[in-house]
């Protein structure tokens, strides 16, 4: 009956962070390809190991006026342009796989512009693989012996792994190979010729102090990113024959029609992991399997032609080898089924897409849109990482926009401290991406500041080491005799036990004899080694003491010296980040500087500019004076020449007025002083006008004065119909002379329809004159039609109806002629010789109105 076993103790749960506070920063190292053509410009050089420097070109010297310099950026390492595969191999990515065999995370990725060399890196060319399969390479030669068969590990869709039996793993093998699903390619297959050399390394390179009492399964899978959607490059897209396709619209689709791949989703496992829900894992068994189920996917990768690169990765992919190790059991025969047991590692390996512009590229359409996608994810990676870094300085809690982008919300837990990151910043030196490779360089020089916390060792089971060996053969046979043997050799040999006579008495005495031989010898021996062992017991103890008195002083040497180290840690710790706070304390003043410099340029410029300006506003100023000057000069002239022109006309004008004025008053002192007794005649204009009177004290007229004609109103408008426009705001006069039009069509506000009826119009407007009374005036005027349809008023005439008071200073005086006063000034008019001699006429450019010119004077008494 077999004994039971104890159970095997749980791996106790370790909380994230509990252990240790230390942190690593992100390892960033820089790689340097070879120029296209060697007469290239270069704007790169190699310094020392870990130090490039850039130079800027000669065409962007020009175009920045001389203000330029060179930059220096330090790196973990730099490797030239004749590095190769296996050093970059052996610096970066060797640790990473050590790490994953012995339980730990991590992340590797490669930056840099389109064309930098990026795949290349980490997928290689033939003759020389890349990092990709020299990892695969490493892993499988670790752990060749120690693999699981194929089906004991099998994953679910909740980013665990599960152990089954071996008779579970064997129907499952079986029914796979009953299906020849492509998917689990076996590892008798010919390598495919397109990437043997790829994957033919020739170093040898494995892990060191692998466990042998477990056993390991290896699982890859293969994504891209492309325009910020997760593709499965190793899902296979269903395909019957025979039975026809059906769509959501219930109808047959055709067999040859291409199903496109869906997008997967990114979700959080129970350890709040980060994985893409429903990827494909596929369990491969050695290098170049694992390759080959590589090369399927790659050949579904998003490539295509720009300008600058013939083969231009238009997502980001990611490359997940999953190692899965579980313990085996107390026997060491079978694997230990408990769940809690297994241990899960993974190395992502990373080829993002060349950041690029699209001026240089010329996208256009979808290359346009994956480049704008592209771009974007890499800032939201620098955004990540300068939050990171400002949280880390400067102990701030800012949130990290993992979320904004699926490249960085992926890979948020290597960040948080679930693996170590390395990061390999792939630089063309050609000059033509100068600004491209400085922001390159930008960012890698803020990634190396941010620090990730150190992975936590796995924890050990707790079984005997050792159990895979322990019930197989010591060795194989034709080994060495053992110590057993070589003493039994060294005893006398034994006589011949043959008795043929039953009266032989010789050969058993000589048997007795060569046994107590033995016998003796071999209490000899024993004695001997009785004193050899405890001589040695002795030396043994005493070697313990010394070994003991060793082990104490060096342990208090060695506390001592941790102590000192801790000190000197805590003191570097603290002057380190004195220093980074120093630096970024020079970098803030260097930017603030350079801001100041360059409004300080701005300013002097544009006070240059007001200066000038202000210099021709000047100029222009005394140009502008002297010209006003001028037009002052010539403007007073010629006023001065029209005032004086202005009087000549205005005294010859009243000269004239004053001859008419003389002419009336002759013709009424005639009226006035001739002796009749009935009542005299009003003159007609006619014959005052013939009457020709001399006169001494006036001068005589000008020969061009307009002679004075009669006006016969009511004859123009005998058979004419007008418009009678009176307005509402009019008030009524109690005056015996009231105007009256036969034929009118009175309207209170103008109109068209009244207007196409008549021939005439008459405004009736009322206003107030100086003396208070209410002066009432009839504008008149023709209708004409215009070429619209409509019609327009032409005013030709003014009639003034106006009311006096008789209490006013004019009196109303007899006609009779009064006796000549002794000063010889003349009687007043009376009211009849006023109304007679006032008389209004209308002329044009008369300023009482349109077509107005008033003729009569004021009465002056004679000099």
């Known amino acids: 009956m077999k004994p039971a076993r104890a159970k ?160 579970d793993a064997l129907l499952e093998r079986q029914k796979r190979e009953a299906m020849l699903n492509p998917k689990t390619p076996s590892s008798k297959r010919q390598v495919d010729p397109e990437f043997a050399d790829m994957i033919t390394v020739k170093e040898f390179c494995k892990a060191e102090e692998v466990d042998e009492d477990s056993v390991y399964g290896v699982f890859v899978s293969y994504i891209e990113i492309y325009n910020n959607y997760i593709y499965d490059l190793l899902e296979e897209v269903p395909f019957d024959p025979i039975k026809p396709k059906w769509n959501s619209c219930s109808t047959p689709m055709r067999n040859t029609d291409f199903v496109p791949p869906q997008s997967k989703l990114l979700r959080e496992d129970k350890n709040h992991n980060m994985y893409v829900a429903g990827c494909t894992e596929v369990e491969v068994k050695s290098t170049d399997e694992a390759f080959e189920v590589f090369w399927r996917g790659q050949k579904k990768r998003r490539i295509a032609n720009t300008h600058l690169n013939r083969e231009s990765s238009r997502s980001h992919s990611v490359f997940n080898i999953k190692l899965v190790q579980a313990p085996l059991d107390a026997d060491g025969d079978n694997v230990l089924q408990e769940k809690e047991q297994i241990t899960v590692s993974q190395l992502s390996l990373v080829d993002l897409a060349g950041s690029e512009r699209t001026n240089r590229t010329r996208a256009e359409g979808n290359r346009l849109r994956e480049a704008g996608n592209i771009n974007q994810s890499l800032m939201t990676l620098r955004t990540c990482m300068d939050v990171l870094r400002e949280n880390q300085m400067y102990g701030t809690n800012k949130m990290v926009p993992y979320r904004d982008s699926k490249l960085t919300h992926l890979f948020k837990n290597y960040f948080d401290g679930e693996g170590k ?274 006169r001494s004290v006036s001068p005589s007229p000008v020969p061009n004065a307009p002679p004075i004609r009669l006006r016969h109103r009511r004859s123009r408008s005998a058979g004419d119909r007008w418009v009678d426009h009176k307005p509402a705001s009019n008030v009524q006069t109690e005056t015996v002379m009231q105007p009256h039009v036969p034929h009118a069509i009175t309207v209170s506000v103008a109109n068209e329809k009244a207007l196409a009826k008549c021939e005439k119009y008459m405004l009736t407007h009322q206003e107030l004159a100086s003396d208070g009374e209410i002066e009432t005036k009839l504008i008149k005027g023709d209708v004409y039609k215009t070429r619209g349809g409509g019609q327009s008023v032409q005013f030709t005439d003014i009639e003034t109806l106006k009311q006096e008071s008789p209490n006013g200073s004019r009196k109303r005086r007899s006609s009779t002629v009064a006796p000549a006063q002794p000063d010889g000034a003349e009687s007043e008019w009376t009211d009849v010789e006023t109304r007679c001699s006032v008389a209004v006429e209308m002329r044009a450019g008369s300023q009482l109105g349109p077509g107005y010119q008033h003729h009569a004077q004021p009465k002056r008494k004679k000099p």
């Open 8 to 167: 095997t103790p749980r791996k106790p749960i370790v909380k994230k962070g509990s252990q240790t506070n230390l942190k690593d920063p992100v390892g960033v190292y820089c790689r340097v390809r070879p120029l296209s053509f060697p007469d290239q410009e270069c704007c790169i050089e190699v310094i020392n190991n870990a130090t490039v420097q850039l130079h800027t070109p000669e065409g962007y010297r020009l175009n920045r006026n001389g203000d330029y310099k060179e930059t220096q950026y330090s790196f973990k390492q730099v490797f030239g342009t004749h590095s190769t595969q296996k050093e970059l191999f052996d610096v970066v990515a060797h640790p990473l796989v050590d790490d994953l065999i012995h339980g730990k995370n991590g992340l590797l990725f490669t930056y840099g512009v389109t064309g930098s060399g990026k795949t290349h890196t980490m997928t290689g060319s033939p003759g020389e693989g890349g990092l990709l399969p020299r990892c695969l390479d490493m892993i499988f030669n670790s752990i060749g012996s120690f693999q699981a068969k194929r089906y004991v590990f099998k994953s679910n869709d909740r980013n665990s792994m599960e152990i089954q039996c071996e008779v």
């Open 421 to 694: 990151v390395r990061m390999i910043v792939c630089v063309n030196p050609k000059a033509e991406d100068y600004e491209e490779s400085l922001q390159v360089m930008r960012f890698a020089e803020v990634t190396q500041e941010v620090e990730v916390a150190r992975p936590i060792d796995k924890v050990i089971c707790g079984l005997t080491p050792g159990r895979r060996y322990r019930n197989q053969p010591r060795g194989p046979i034709g080994d060495e005799p053992l110590v057993a043997d070589v003493v039994l050799q060294s005893f006398p040999p034994l006589p011949s036990c043959e008795i043929l006579d039953i009266n032989d008495e010789q050969t058993l005495p000589r048997l007795i004899e060569a046994l107590e031989k033995r016998h003796h010898l071999r209490q000899m021996m024993i004695d001997e080694f009785n004193k050899q062992s405890n001589t040695f017991k002795a030396l043994l103890q005493e070697f313990d003491n010394a070994v003991l008195n060793k082990e104490n002083y060096i342990q208090g040497k060695l506390s001592e010296k941790e102590k000192m180290i801790s000190g000197q840690k805590l003191e570097i710790e603290r002057l380190e980040k004195k220093n980074k706070t120093l630096e970024y304390k020079i970098e803030i003043l260097e930017k603030t500087t350079t801001i100041y410099e360059e409004d300080k340029r701005n300013l002097q410029q544009e006070l240059e500019t007001q200066n000038q300006k202000l210099q021709r506003q000047f100029s222009d100023k005394r140009r502008l004076e002297a010209r006003l000057q001028g037009m002052v000069t010539e403007t007073t002239m010629k006023w001065e020449k029209e005032c004086e022109r202005r009087v000549a006309a205005k005294q010859l004008e009243m000269q004239n007025k004053l001859w008419v004025k003389d002419e009336k008053l002759k013709q009424l002192k005639a009226i006035v002083t001739e002796p009749k007794i009935e009542k005299p005649e009003r003159p007609s204009r006619e014959r005052d006008r013939e009457k020709v009177t001399p």
